[in-house]
């Protein structure tokens, strides 16, 4: 059975860092690829950050190119998502999510196949 448990959410206030990790036990697929998606009450879950390190593809929605890192750990199936300069619109529930599917989009919420239960970040003005 794969779990997902990410972790390193909590509140800070505007201008500081958060770093989250995720780590993803119990697949056997190899390496995958990964993301970090965040979501807030009544809007959809947005992509914020992927990866496929076996690839070397890296992407970042417009909202944090600059100020978020994401970088994977294949051998321990762990990704990491720096978050610096943070500020109150990052404000969100973030979720892991790993095992995307062949050929689908970094940023699709639909294309994967595990995803974690979410860490809270609250970033304050």
């Known amino acids: 059975q794969v779990q997902v448990v990410e972790s390193g959410g909590g509140s800070v206030q505007a201008g500081g860092s958060l770093r989250l990790s995720c780590v993803v036990s119990g697949y056997t697929g190899g390496s995958t690829g990964m993301a970090w998606f965040r979501q807030t009450a009544g809007k959809e879950r947005e992509g914020v950050a992927g990866i496929y390190s076996r690839i070397g593809s890296i992407y970042y929605s417009d909202s944090v190119k600059g100020r978020f890192t994401i970088s994977q750990d294949n051998a321990k199936n762990t990704v990491h998502l720096q978050m610096d300069s943070l500020k109150p619109e990052d404000t969100a529930m973030y979720y892991c999510?790993?095992?995307?599917?062949?050929?689908?989009?970094?940023?699709?919420?639909?294309?994967?196949?595990?995803w974690g239960q979410g860490t809270q970040v609250t970033v304050s003005s």
């Open positions: 999510a790993a095992g995307r599917l062949a050929g689908r989009t970094w940023n699709g919420m639909h294309n994967y196949n595990f």
